[in-house]
């Protein structure tokens, strides 16, 4: 296929340069191999032409590879196949970097980094950071050295009218027993205290060091550093209701749309779960992994953005994990649950959802889910700088307040710990 000349895309760039892939040149033929060996002949013929210069071929590879990545539920996929997306959306890369159109060549890798393997991440990492400082230093050079840090355009503006926003609370909220509140708690009186016994705490004044807390309530320094970058958004009242889906969007689009949203009634879009930081290294250099997540001794198994604008709900549900919600920007409402009223919360008996609850706490039917009316729980309004220690198996429902930007931290104790 006839590319466009980098000249015609980005005047005075210079794209004599290409993405370098080590991994991959040393990873394609024992990959190639495997692939074949799955009956996967057609895809290595375009991925082989790929290598060879044919930008038809890489295209053609990478939608045989999405169609395989689509062809049955996430966890029937062949791990070859992730692999094998990666490798087409690394060739794809290249030709749009040699051409100059960097959007596009960051759109491919990042689509690799969110649906591809393991195994060619370092080359979709290092290749990431190549086209986006290429793209940084244009936008530079094009603006005249660069108007970044003069906007404040804070990402949360609005004055929180607390009767307002608490109307769409759920019943009962905040009239009870709210979440004991301590302030820089030490690790031993949060072992003491909280992990041992299996009770929530929010911990103030722990998250002042960190660049975060100065940086991302801007929106100008968020569309700096991943303005171009892909992500997925969940669009729908919950995960729960049926209208709700997932799309593919750049970070720009969906910071307009929460800028756009304001007090709108429509369904919001929520950047929910997602390991942003694996995926976008300059936001994890902004975050600090609080020390109490290293109690007990286990692993951290995830670090999740949770990212969108006023009325975005969690439903009722619990996880396996230990867990600090820590507030970064806005506030949010939480309620909990302990571990021990499970059967009282009506959890879902399908297994793909048989962590949440069939209760809507926005909407309780109580002729259907009589026993939901007297039980007891704790509440909170968690607010910026604030975290939320969340024991493993509480139920939490999580009602974003204003715009608000929340980093989870899962982690599991030691095994022995566990067994013992
Ligand atoms: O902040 C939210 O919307 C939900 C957070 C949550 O469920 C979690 O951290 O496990």
Known sequence: MSVTTPAATIAGADFSDH??????????????QTISEQGG????RMASQASTGDFRAAEAAREMAWEQLHSGPWHSVLPVWR????????HVAKFHYGNGELKEALRVLDMGLIMGGMLLREDLDSAVEKVSAKARNLRVSEEGCGNFGKCNRRLVQEDFNKAEVFRF????SLAGKNVAKRSALSLEGFMREYYLSGAPVIIGDCMTHWPAKAKWNNMEYLTRVAG????????GKNYLSPEWKQELITFSEFLQRIESRGCSSAVPTYLAQHPLFDQ?????KDVCIPDYCFSGGGELRSLNAWFGPAGTVTPLHH?????????????????????????????YTESMHSNSSQVDLDDIDERKFPKLHDLEFVDCILEEGEMLYIPPKWWHYV??????????????????????
């Not at 002949?41 to 290595?44: I, Q, T």
């Not at 609370?169 to 009962?172: H, T």
């Not at 171009?228 to 669009?235: A, I, N």
Request: include cysteine.
């Open 41 to 44: 002949y057609a895809y290595v």
């Open 319 to 347: 996880d396996p994990h230990h867990n600090i919600l820590a507030q970064v920007v806005g506030k949010k409402y939480v309620r909990l649950y302990p571990a021990s009223l499970s059967e009282e919360l009506y959890p």
């Open 83 to 90: 692999d094998a997306y990666s490798m087409a959306c690394l």
């Open 19 to 32: 993405l370098d892939t080590p991994k991959l040149d040393f990873e394609s033929p024992r990959l190639l």
């Open 280 to 284: 976008i290294s300059e936001l994890r």
């Open 228 to 235: 171009d970058r892909t992500v997925p958004v969940e669009v």
């Open 169 to 172: 609370l759920p019943v009962k």
């Open 399 to 420: 009602r974003s307040l204003t715009t608000s930007l929340s980093v989870s931290f899962w982690w599991s104790e030691q095994e022995s710990s566990t067994a013992s």
